[in-house]
């Protein structure tokens, strides 16, 4: 294992244990105050454990038993990157110079490491604004750059820290398919409670609940066979496979998903179109207005969900008020219409 952690910090209620593999991302999935960003600060070097070790390659990065420590690492010697939300670029550097700061940082030369700069702007599709200062960036421009600042240097650990919670939703989905292609060979810990970011850019989930680790396996089995509270809560996603065209997503019944965005993918890549049952709505008649997205399809089960009920059907899943369960005489067999406003599909590179 390249990355190992065992730790309990009582005053945060943590008591977590981790491990990812060379050039794996691990997403640690919760809610807000589960402990996923005390465990990225144990990693990173910013807090300390009470109890516990941690390692990369081997080597001791941090160590305690009953609050004493018995290793330690300073942030700047391990190795690891940490990426929050705030990007934090240096406002007095461009952003040429902003990646290659951590280059520079390590003993790199001015010019190899303004090389490396380069090349990085090249793989984040920023070349062109590569002596803008920071200031001149959009939200999703300057956490590209963040991005790129962090991975220049080379790091064996990088750290995402709900990266795209920030970020305005029409930058999200560009922002994941970069971040799908950085992080195909580096390994990773990304810490969010978005079941997107890791369906898309996780291996393996680690579901993090009240401190504890409360589930883990292989993301498509966790989120589609979930054993804990929150990833019940949160996963059964409505995903349609297909290819992409000029038109949108061409699935292998024939039909046409449009979604939001235009991915910069070739014709023919195999894509996937993703929303959430809440975008779903269901008709008895074919609807008209504003969808794009309609589905014929029959109602297999109706559940409880929350304050609503979830409605599943042979295509899609819809979360739907009891009102109109009772209103529109859903049951198992009934024939309905679904329908999916563009805007409110994702489509990706899978």
Same mark, same amino acid.
């Given at each position: ?45 910013? /807090?300390?454990? &009470? !109890?516990?070790?941690?390692? @990369? ?8 038993? =009953? +609050?004493? *420590? ?119 810990? /990304?810490?969010? &409670? !978005?079941?997107?970011?890791? @369906? ?8 993090? =609940? +009240?401190? *504890? ?138």
């Amino acid at each position: 294992m390249t990355f190992t952690l065992t730790a309990t910090v009582p005053s945060r209620g943590l008591d977590v244990r981790l491990d990812v593999a060379e050039g794996r991302t691990l997403a640690l999935l919760g809610p807000n105050g589960a402990g996923k960003s005390t465990a990225l600060g144990l990693a990173a070097g910013t /807090l300390r454990p &009470h !109890d516990g070790e941690i390692t @990369l390659d081997g080597r001791a990065l941090a160590g305690a038993r =009953d +609050g004493r *420590r018995t290793a330690w690492v300073p942030t700047h010697r391990r190795r690891v990157a940490l990426l929050a939300q705030d990007p934090m670029l240096f406002p007095h550097l461009s952003v040429r110079e902003n990646i290659a700061f951590g280059p520079r940082a390590q003993g790199t030369g001015r010019r190899e490491a303004a090389a490396r700069a380069d090349r990085w702007l090249a793989e984040i599709g920023l070349t062109d604004l590569a002596d803008r200062r920071p200031a001149a960036l959009s939200g999703g421009q300057a956490q590209r750059v963040a991005i790129a600042r962090s991975l220049a240097a080379a790091p064996r650990l990088l750290l995402l820290d709900e990266p795209m919670a920030a970020l305005d939703v029409d930058v999200t989905p560009a922002l994941r398919q970069t971040l799908q292609h950085l992080l195909a060979e580096q390994t990773t810990i /990304l810490a969010t &409670h !978005d079941v997107l970011d890791a @369906l898309l850019l996780a291996d393996e989930v680690a579901v993090v =609940d +009240g401190g *504890r680790v409360v589930e883990r396996g292989p993301t498509a089995e966790v989120l589609s066979r979930p054993r804990s509270a929150f990833a019940a809560s949160i996963a059964g996603l409505n995903l349609l496979s297909g290819t992409w065209t000029s038109e949108g997503v061409a699935t292998a019944g024939g039909e046409v998903v449009h979604g939001h965005g235009a991915p910069d993918v070739a014709l023919g890549t195999p894509m996937t179109a993703v929303c959430r049952p809440a975008a779903v709505a269901v008709h008895l008649d074919p609807p008209h207005g504003s969808p794009r997205n309609t589905f014929r399809a029959t109602v297999r089960s109706l559940a409880p969900h929350g304050d609503l009920v979830r409605v599943r059907t042979d295509r899609l899943a819809a979360d739907v008020t009891p009102g109109s369960v009772a209103e529109l005489g859903l049951a198992p067999g009934r024939e309905v219409w679904l329908a999916v406003k563009a805007a409110e599909v994702d489509v990706y590179p899978v």
